[in-house]
């Protein structure tokens, strides 16, 4: 069951165990779009790398409603809120880094902490 804010806790469990996500932004059936996710607090987050017109994120701005794909397989249907508070961006700025520890993977956690791609921060939320 989920609460009144969230996600159902195994999908958060999953999605926090997972580097990746498969997400489909809309409601029109197209592939799923793998992107780095990142859970504050029972709270699910991503963020986008290219934020391009043609990109996940602009759907979402168009109709925050989707899809998205836990690492079992099972789809869940969502939707998405745009995160503008200071404090919860640094905690997902927190949450990327400590999630995403590689070598391979500071480039990218430190471009997720730049204003350019902070703003671009979504919670997924169900529907």
């Known amino acids: 069951m989920a609460t009144s804010r969230g996600l159902p806790k195994p999908v958060v469990t999953a999605l926090d165990a997972s580097m990746i996500l498969g997400v489909r932004a809309g409601t029109e ?68 880094a400590a999630k995403y520890r590689t070598p391979a993977s500071r480039k990218w956690v430190r471009g997720f902490a730049r204003p350019r791609r902070r703003s671009t921060t979504v919670e997924l939320l169900p529907r």
């Open 29 to 96: 059936a197209h592939r799923f779009i793998g992107v780095w996710v990142v859970v504050v607090k029972g709270r699910v987050f991503i963020r986008s790398w290219n934020d391009k017109r043609t990109g996940w994120r602009e759907a979402f701005r168009a109709d925050p409603e989707g899809v998205i794909q836990i690492p079992s397989g099972r789809e869940v249907r969502i939707r998405a809120r745009a995160v503008k508070g200071e404090r919860l961006l640094e905690a997902v700025d927190a949450a990327y």
